[in-house]
């Protein structure tokens, strides 16, 4: 059937929506242009010039982006972000989908732990550094939580090897009497802690174990330039503070994924004799593809961008143990104490641009992509 | 009707001309002066200076981004603070006035009024461009309860590095206190450093701390803090070594003047005292660095008044606001004439601790805390680095001055 010609009230009507709707619309394209356009523009041409925020600026062809690349702090700042892009995504993503998951289910309290999970979220980021900051100081909570593993391990590897061994000849013993008890059935668990707990203390009271009360734990987590498997220790820090932080929500997102999945297709699984992990993994997972790919998406863009956690810490840690891109670009503008060198910050800025928008695309063609299971 | 309408109109129009003929001033400052400057404006400026409301802007940024950010975009206030640290930079911009002009025609200030030190220290080019409101440096704060527990005499000013350190040895009393609280800080290290004869920077231009000077100070100054006689105020848990020592959990700390008031605050019967810094050797040199922030005036102050701008600047740097500040214990003047201030001849330990501060600056070997062209985040950044590196033992004392030496080398572009 051929459509008809278009009437004169007709092309008036969709002119008056397409009006309407670029109406609407103006605000957001108006700070659009000023905050996004002009300023990119701006950055682009200043990323070509050696403008310091007070010079007429001079045209200085590539010569920013070749120092970029000769400016060790900067390289530093490349690895970084990268590195840290990498794990802190993959974790957040993998912990808030298992949080999702858990917190999906019919439990008492169910709101309470939605809610405990969610408050890392909401505080302030630099609220939540500073706190960190505390807690991982030399003498903070961390070192003494490790310091307190680190004295009573021998004790606590006792306690739990009697409690082990307690509980497998208890259910050993109630199976061979015919009750089809499970292997961590918690009346036989509560017992066997408690077993082992008493033996525990009255070995040590005897003397046959011993704690190492002497021992201090003094890590500097923040004032360090060691490195676990190549990774500062103050950069391992500020990942494992911003997976707490992002992870719940994160978890959020991946909730409401949870509950548009249909409940047949659970179902269905059941009747084949799925285990819980073969339905996350070829139920769940597929189902949420969507979700997974804002989440990684979002997370992506929001960690390969990181600052505001590298500039705080970056007053205790020595700087290149902390330096991100992000950070760069303001230390290249306000750190140094001299004239802001804007020309190699914005240089500095559109590689981070770049970088961010590659990573997006390239984690699109090769990992999760926005289309659903169905299709 | 006819009458009261014209009696209305000029009442409205008489009210809209005292209403045009106030000029609002701005002067933005460090957040933390905000209850002292909120004090002194409304004492000493609005209401007293005719047609002038100064409103004060607490600024709790970076201040030099501030300042570089507002003269950049023409936003700046009428009044800023400039911190000798970083005044050469901001002077460079050549987006704030020189002050002489205005100076020649006061007759409330000249150059003269000032101490001269601190008059030079704002000039550049032969142009004062800040007019310096107070100073300070360094000093050694002792707990006097501390040292009396532990039968240790007080630190003294006939103190050397070698009878300093054994005090503070003798002083340490783990875990109800340590000896000191020091962090590895540039801005401590520094004048002990120039003390032993390292220069700024070598005669070729490169950066000093590969030299043996460096390196004898830099191993004293963490001899500290790796000997365990001495602990960050990070390890103490507080923000700064000054926190420490008010909190008694340090039984020294090297800070300035502006540890008074924190003192007066939070621990008013803390029973303490202040001595110079001691000296390499037996009457041998001694650092100390010269602190000192100035108000100046951007080229287009915003109010378009430049002479209200200094007549407020005038107000704020005359002898009677000064008076008020050095007794209130937050700052040391800046006037010649106020050094005779009776407040000095007070015998309570916070003038007494004024006093050492203020008489500190006049010692020979106190030099302005400046950075020139190098950049203090440039210069300090590398030294803080590779003092955290020596007092957690992971680098030598060679090493890691070695390799500041490199650093800031390299972001001198040598």
Known sequence: MIAPPPTLTSFMRKRGEWVSAFVFLLPLLFTLAIAFFYAFVRTVYFSFTDYNLFRVSQFVGLKNYLALFRDSYFILGLVHSLVYAAIVTASQTFLALLLAVVVNQKIRGLTFFRAAYYVPSIASSVAITTIFIWLVNRRGTVNWLLGLVVQYWPLMITAFGIAALVQVLQVLWERRHGLPVKALDPVLLATSLLVGAVSTVILGRVGLIRSNPEVEVLIPWLTTRQTFLGIPLPLLSIMMLNIWTTTPTMMILFLAGLQDIPQELYEVADIDGATPWQKLRYVTVPALRPVMFLVITLGLIGTIQMFDQAAITAGIAPLESVITLAYYVFWAVFGTGTLPKVGMASAAALVLAMLTLIVVLLQRKVGFSERGWYS | ?414
């Open chain 2, 1 to 414: 009707m006819r009458k009261f309408l014209v009696v209305f109109s000029l009442i409205a129009v008489a009210a809209l001309g005292v209403a045009q003929e106030t000029v609002t001033i701005r002067l933005a400052g460090y957040s933390g002066d905000t209850p002292l400057m909120q004090d002194v404006l409304s004492r000493f400026v609005n209401g007293v200076i005719p047609g002038v409301q100064v409103v004060w802007e607490p600024i709790t940024e970076d201040y030099l981004a501030f300042v570089l950010r507002t003269l950049s975009a023409g936003t700046a206030p009428d009044i800023i603070y400039v911190d000798l640290y970083w005044a050469k930079t901001v002077v460079e911009t050549g987006l704030i006035q020189p002050l002489d002009e205005f100076m020649a025609a006061s007759p409330v200030i000249s150059r003269e009024d000032l101490i001269p030190v601190l008059a030079d220290a704002f000039t550049f080019d032969g142009k004062l461009y800040a007019i310096s409101k107070d100073f300070n440096s360094l000093v050694i704060f002792y707990n006097k309860d501390m040292f009396d527990a532990m039968g240790v005499p007080y630190p003294d000013a006939g103190d050397t590095w070698a009878t300093f350190l054994d005090k503070i040895a003798r002083v340490s009393n783990p875990p109800e206190w340590y000896g000191a609280s020091i962090n590895p800080d540039a801005a401590r290290f520094l004048p002990f450093a120039f003390a032993a004869g390292m220069p700024f920077l070598k005669d070729d231009g490169t950066a000093p701390f590969d030299l043996p000077a460096a390196k004898i100070a830099a191993d004293w100054y963490t001899s500290f803090n790796r000997a365990g006689i001495a602990a960050t105020s990070a390890d103490i848990g507080v923000g700064w070594p000054g926190a420490a020592f008010i909190a008694e959990k340090a039984a020294v700390c090297i800070e300035g003047g502006w540890l008074i008031p924190p003192i007066r605050n939070e621990n008013p019967t803390l029973n303490f005292g202040a001595t110079f810094l001691p000296t390499v050797w037996q009457g041998g040199p001694r650092g100390n660095y010269l602190f000192t922030v100035g108000y100046g005036m951007p080229v287009n102050p915003p109010s378009g008044r430049p002479d209200l701008v200094f007549k407020v600047i005038e107000v704020l740097t005359s002898p009677e606001v000064q008076e008020y500040i050095l007794e209130s214990g937050h700052a040391i003047p800046s006037r010649k004439a106020l050094l005779d201030s009776p407040f000095f001849q007070q015998l309570d330990p916070f003038a007494l601790a004024t006093k050492t501060v203020f008489e500190a600056t006049g010692l020979p070997g106190t030099v302005p805390f400046t950075f020139g062209d190098v950049g203090g985040g440039n210069y300090m950044g590398v030294v803080n680095e590779a003092l955290t590196l020596i007092m957690q033992g992971e680098a030598t004392v060679d090493e890691a001055m070695d390799e500041a030496a490199t650093k800031l080398n390299e972001k001198l572009g040598l």
